[in-house]
Nanobody, 122 residues
Framework: QVQLVESGGGLMQPGGSLRLSCTAS????????MGWWSQAPGKERELVAA???????KYDDSVKGRFTISRDNSANTVHLQMNNLKPSDTAVYYC????????????????WGQGTQVTVSP
């Protein structure tokens, strides 16, 4: 399995943008389907976006048109570009990866990062 390290979280005003990055090590990144999950205070962890090894993507309805997931296999990195941020986007964001796309989408992936905090507030 890969080891994952997230970066890029922080505090942003509503309407602003952040770019999260997740860098993998320890295995062939190009074989891994990747995803971003979020967990807001007092809520269960939820899928935000996923990207398959072939590049196809899936988004939660709440972020469609605002967030974009992408991958750079040459840099072993997956990104989450977050635009037009809303206070409801406030959460800890986790990167996950697995050779099974289903595992990434349902949250049972083998690899998880430590999480990065995103706070959207005036």
């Amino acid at each position: 399995q890969v080891q994952l390290v997230e970066s890029g979280g922080g505090l942003m005003q509503p309407g602003g943008s952040l770019r999260l990055s997740c860098t993998a090590s320890g295995d062939d990144f190009s074989l891994y389907n990747m995803g971003w999950w979020s967990q807001a205070p007092g809520k269960e962890r939820e899928l935000v976006a996923a990207i398959a090894v072939g590049g196809s993507t899936k988004y939660d309805d709440s972020v469609k048109g605002r967030f974009t997931i992408s991958r750079d296999n040459s840099a072993n990195t997956v990104h989450l570009q977050m635009n037009n941020l809303k206070p409801s986007d406030t959460a800890v964001y986790y990167c996950t990866g697995d050779r099974s796309l289903l595992a990434v989408v349902i949250g049972t992936g083998d690899s998880w990062g430590q999480g990065t905090q995103v706070t959207v507030s005036p």
